[in-house]
């Protein structure tokens, strides 16, 4: 059983700052997502923990080793978040508990 989803996020770049105002205002909006748990991983303190996945951006969102959201350079707010409901709804799903 999935216990969390993993984020990997930097404490220096806007687009980590981004993925965290979506996480918090998702789960403000739609009750189901209150119950979708995530540990955030700090890329610039924490290397051991990104040692063991392969990463091509930061921030992402993974589910043990399956990428659920990634971000790409340019991405509007708009899109984060919605790349970002897409990783809660995953984690909800059947095929992923």
Do not use: T
């Not at 999935?2 to 700052?17: I, V």
């Not at 091509?56 to 790349?83: D, H, R, T, W």
Request: aromatic share 12%.
């Amino acid at each position: 059983m999935l216990l969390w989803l993993k984020y990997y996020a930097s404490s220096s770049d806007k687009a980590s700052e981004m993925v965290d105002k979506a996480i918090k205002e998702l789960k403000n909006e739609h009750e189901r997502y209150l119950s979708v748990p995530f540990r955030r991983v700090n890329v610039d303190f924490e290397i051991n923990q990104c040692q063991r996945i392969f990463m091509n951006k930061v921030p992402c969102i993974y589910a043990e080793q399956e990428l659920l959201f990634e971000y790409e350079s340019g991405m509007s707010y708009a899109v984060i978040k919605a790349g970002v409901a897409r990783a809660m709804d995953r984690f909800l799903s059947d095929s992923i508990l």
